[in-house]
Structures are given as structure tokens and as C-alpha cells.
Nanobody, 123 residues
Framework: QVQLVESGGGLVQAGGSLRLSCAASGRTFSSYNMGWFRQAPGKEREFVGYIRWNGYSTYYADSVKGRFTISRDNAKNTVYLQMNSLKPEDTAVYYC????????????????WGQGTQVTVSS
């Protein structure tokens, strides 16, 4: 059982940066694999990246690889998404999610979700 709350979204100019945070509560947070997803208006929710419970390995969608970085601090029960070189097509609501099983890039395989935070990138 885990509860997730995202923060850090906002309006930024193309080429700028934002750092999203996902604060978690739950007695077994450190055992969960964590993922980031996003959903733009009129589009399906898409995978952004994931990080394993121990923070050792990460995986990213091709659309954000080299620009976004996921990290986690289990002592603070927090996972981060650092977004650099932002583009207008990055505009979306960003969600963090937790999965008790193996790492995954399918949204349907995650057990818990935050409420989302809006990221808007202007040209």
C-alpha cells in the first residue's frame, strides 16, 4: 500500500527545465518499482520512464531519452523526474506510479497512482 503526490509542474519556455517530485507514504515504499507517465489532451497515457526499487537501473522512452532523468531517495520516500531541454510536445499531465512487481512500461500494470501535475511548455 502506497499513496503518491506529485508536485513541481508549471509553465516553462521551450529549452528550459523542470524538476518533478513524487512524495510517497507507505510502510513498504522502498520495495516498489516506480514509473513516470504522461497524458496530453486527446491522447492516451504514455510511458516516460521507470526506476527500480533500489535505484540501480532506469529505463526511458525514446522520446525523452537523454533529456529526462529519474532518481529516487528511499530515505525520503521520494522519486524525482528531472526534465531538461523541454519541448512543446512535452506538454502533458505527468503522473508517478508504483508497482509491487517487476519493472514495467505498461500503465495497466501499475498498482498505485498520484493525482498528476501539469507541465506546459511554450514556444
Amino acid at each position: 500500500q502506497v499513496q503518491l503526490v506529485e508536485s513541481g509542474g508549471g509553465l516553462v519556455q521551450a529549452g528550459g527545465s523542470l524538476r518533478l517530485s513524487c512524495a510517497a507514504s507507505g510502510r513498504t515504499f522502498s520495495s516498489y518499482n516506480m514509473g513516470w507517465f504522461r497524458q496530453a489532451p486527446g491522447k492516451e497515457r504514455e510511458f516516460v520512464g521507470y526506476i527500480r526499487w533500489n535505484g540501480y537501473s532506469t529505463y526511458y522512452a525514446d522520446s525523452v531519452k537523454g533529456r529526462f532523468t529519474i532518481s529516487r531517495d528511499n530515505a525520503k520516500n521520494t522519486v524525482y523526474l528531472q526534465m531538461n531541454s523541454l519541448k512543446p510536445e512535452d506538454t502533458a499531465v505527468y503522473y508517478c506510479a508504483a508497482r509491487g512487481g517487476a519493472s514495467s512500461y505498461f500503465a495497466t500494470e501499475y498498482d498505485y497512482w498520484g493525482q498528476g501535475t501539469q507541465v506546459t511548455v511554450s514556444s
